[in-house]
């Protein structure tokens, strides 16, 4: 038997480090050759590692949140023959030795006592873990356990480390176990709760955090805010669902609110810029690229739709579906979460008359868009009801005035509100 010692890959498009978002394996697992064994996040993505060799996990360096550069020794696999190194010749730093896997078992490293969970008086008997670790499952099959209402941590996963599939959760689903999220129908009895759960701010929540800190510390914002008449636009969309060509997406607002977004910054190119405050250059773009900020099981991603301004009106619904789908699916590659020169929030069902987004850094300006109510509105000395939908913007003070804000603001009002006009 010997070691292969793994180093951390060069993942390409100049990145020199990776954040460890999760292990996937635990030391003594048996790993088959291109088993995921690690999720890295890097500046631009998140990437799942494949195991190299065939083997069991005999080390495993740093554990969620702990940064490792590319070419550091981050795991090691007792294999067959001679493997590529011994298992005394990787140096391990201090800081590493003091580290173990997060998946180990639970006495090799203390933890902090988790709060306990009791399972519905019907479900099945919790799958035993690890003190302090969580279920395993991509996203993928968290989204389909969270639409089922099912608890992962009362199903059994058959991969590495208890890693839960798709068809472990069709297995569950199947032995009629209703270990879901909601508490007992009809209890009555009420119980002091005085348990807590600590969360450490890693991977994605962390890069948030840094990015979100970063805009609203350095960008002086201001916000501008409108309401939109979209009855028009409403009968329109309407009519383009009722008779669009086969294959085509059904439209929502904002293939329509992208395209008039286009019309818009053409007409006030100084919104669609980037500002590199480092060296205090502002570059204009020619090229629409709309991020659209879509919140995942991860968090929240900014996929971008490039060259809107090439589109029509299915292309724009068409590409936008790919992007956020991809994005919510863990699939989005670099080229799809990068190259963005404007960014579109939406709210969605949760609606809200306004918010002040955060500029999506190092962009100038953003729009938020709330949902559409149907609503009583003065027209010409009579109160008629309408459809309505607010419009929040967020401008980069510095490069932006707040004449040339509202101004886009108001262009696209004009736009959205005669929605003929954004076809001609």
Not at 161 to 170: E, K
Not at 230 to 254: D, F, V
């Amino acid at each position: 038997m010997g070691i292969f010692a793994f180093k951390m890959p060069d993942i390409g498009e100049g990145v020199v480090e990776g954040e460890v978002v999760e292990w996937m394996v635990a030391v003594g697992d048996k790993i088959k050759e291109d088993d995921p064994i690690l999720s890295v996040m890097t500046d631009k993505a998140t990437v799942e590692i494949p195991s190299p060799v065939d083997g069991t996990v005999k080390r495993v360096v740093g554990e969620a949140g702990d940064i490792l550069p590319v070419g550091v020794v981050c795991i090691e696999f007792e294999v067959e023959g001679d493997g590529n190194t011994s298992s005394d010749s990787t140096p391990v730093p201090a800081k590493e030795k003091a580290e173990e896997n997060p998946k180990a078992p639970a006495e090799t490293k203390a933890k902090p006592t988790p709060v306990e969970v009791s399972a519905p008086v019907s479900a099945a008997p919790a799958v035993t873990r690890a003190a302090g670790t969580k279920a395993l499952a991509s996203p993928a099959v968290r989204q389909r356990s969270r639409e089922a209402n099912i608890n992962l941590e009362y199903v059994a996963g058959s991969g590495p480390a208890g890693r839960i599939s798709h068809a472990d959760l069709d297995a569950h689903i199947a032995g009629g176990s209703s270990a879901t999220r909601s508490a007992p129908i009809g209890s009555s009895a009420k119980v002091e709760l005085n348990g807590t759960e600590q969360h450490k701010v890693i991977g994605l929540r962390r890069k948030i955090a840094d990015s979100m800190m970063a805009s609203y510390s350095t960008i002086a914002h201001f916000s501008y805010f409108e309401e939109v008449d979209i009855t028009a636009l409403e009968q329109l969309r309407q009519h383009l669902n009722a008779t669009r060509p086969e294959g085509a997406p059904k439209l929502t607002y904002l293939p329509f609110i992208m395209l008039a977004c286009v019309k818009a910054l053409d007409k006030s190119p100084e919104c669609n810029a980037l500002y590199d405050d480092d060296v205090g250059v502002v570059t204009r773009h020619q090229a629409v690229n709309l991020g659209i900020a879509t919140q995942t099981d991860r968090g929240l991603y900014v996929p971008v739709v490039k060259h809107t301004e090439a589109m029509d009106i299915w292309q724009a619904a068409s590409e936008m579906m790919r992007v956020t789908s991809a994005t919510r699916e863990g699939k989005a590659g670099v080229e799809d979460l990068t190259g963005s020169t404007f960014t579109i929030t939406s709210l969605g069902r949760l609606g809200g008359l306004g918010a002040t987004p955060i500029i999506n850094k190092p962009e100038v300006g953003i729009l938020g868009v709330h949902n559409a109510k149907e609503r009583a509105v003065v027209r010409n000395g009579n109160i008629v009801i309408r459809r309505m939908m607010n419009l929040s913007s967020s401008w980069d003070h510095r490069v932006v005035d707040g004449h040339d804000g509202a101004t886009m603001v108001q262009t696209l009002k004009t736009y959205l509100e005669n929605p003929a006009t954004i076809f001609m």
